[in-house]
T-cell receptor, first 111, second 117 residues
Framework: KQEVTQIPAALSVPEGENLVLNCSFT??????LQWFRQDPGKGLTSLLL?????REQTSGRLNASLDKSSGRSTLYIAASQPGDSATYLCAVRGRDDKIIFGKGTRLHILP | KAGVTQTPRYLIKTRGQQVTLSCSPI?????VSWYQQTPGQGLQFLFEYFSETQRNKGNFPGRFSGRQFSNSRSEMNVSTLELGDSALYLCASSLALGLAGMIHEQFFGPGTRLTVL
C-alpha cells in the first residue's frame, strides 16, 4: 500500500532564503508525482508535474526532482518570498491509478 | 479558459440528510476526480471518472457515490450524513486518464465546504 510522507510538517524561514521541501513514497511503481500549493481555505494550485520517466521539472523559482529508486522527491524554492507562504502538498499516482497525497508542509516565509 | 468550478461553495446540513455536490471541469477535460480534505486525515481520494465511467475508487463507504455526465460534469452524493463527513470536498479535472504516455496534471476547483451539524 502506497504511503506518502512529507517532512517537516511545518517550516519557517526568513525571506530570501532558498529552501527544500521533501516528499517520500513507499512504492516506486508510479506514473507521476505532482506538487501543489494550497492557500488557507482554498483549493489546490498545481505547481509541477514530474512523469515517472523524468528526473526533474522547473518552473520559475521552483525546481522539483524525482528519484524513484529511493522513493523521494524534493521541491526547491529559490529566493523565497512572503507570497510563497502556503501549504505544499505532493501527490503520487500509482500504477493502480490511485492518487495518494502527503499531509503537506506548512511553509511560512518571514518578512 | 475557465477553471474548475464547484457548487455550492458552502453547505450546512444536519445528520441523516443527504447532499449533492457539483463539479464542472475545465473545457475539454474528460477526467474528474473527487477528494475529501479534513484536518486529521488530510486529502483522501474518493473516486475518479472518465468518459462517464468510474475508473477508480478510494476507501470510502457506499454512502459516498458519484457520477459523470456526457458533458464531463460530475456530481457526488453523500447519503445519511454523519458528523465526520464535515470536510472540504475538492474536485479536480485533467485532460486524460491513464492513457499510455499521457498522464496529465490535475487542476483543482476551490472546493465545497460541507458542515454537518
Amino acid at each position: 500500500k502506497q504511503e506518502v510522507t512529507q517532512i517537516p510538517a511545518a517550516l519557517s524561514v526568513p525571506e530570501g532564503e532558498n529552501l527544500v521541501l521533501n516528499c517520500s513514497f513507499t512504492d516506486s511503481a508510479i506514473y507521476n508525482l505532482q506538487w501543489f500549493r494550497q492557500d488557507p481555505g482554498k483549493g489546490l494550485t498545481s505547481l509541477l508535474l514530474i512523469q515517472s520517466s523524468q528526473r526533474e521539472q522547473t518552473s520559475g523559482r521552483l525546481n522539483a526532482s524525482l528519484d524513484k529508486s529511493s522513493g523521494r522527491s524534493t521541491l526547491y524554492i529559490a529566493a523565497s518570498q512572503p507570497g510563497d507562504s502556503a501549504t505544499y502538498l505532493c501527490a503520487v499516482r500509482g500504477r493502480d491509478d490511485k492518487i495518494i497525497f502527503g499531509k503537506g508542509t506548512r511553509l511560512h516565509i518571514l518578512p | 479558459k475557465a477553471g474548475v468550478t464547484q457548487t455550492p461553495r458552502y453547505l450546512i446540513k444536519t445528520r441523516g440528510q443527504q447532499v449533492t455536490l457539483s463539479c464542472s471541469p475545465i473545457s475539454g477535460h474528460r477526467s474528474v476526480s473527487w477528494y475529501q480534505q479534513t484536518p486529521g486525515q488530510g486529502l483522501q481520494f474518493l473516486f475518479e471518472y472518465f468518459s462517464e465511467t468510474q475508473r477508480n475508487k478510494g476507501n470510502f463507504p457506499g454512502r459516498f457515490s458519484g457520477r459523470q455526465f456526457s458533458n464531463s460534469r460530475s456530481e457526488m452524493n453523500v447519503s445519511t450524513l454523519e458528523l465526520g463527513d464535515s470536510a472540504l470536498y475538492l474536485c479536480a479535472s485533467s485532460l486524460a486518464l491513464g492513457l499510455a504516455g499521457m498522464i496529465h496534471e490535475q487542476f483543482f476547483g476551490p472546493g465545497t465546504r460541507l458542515t454537518v451539524l
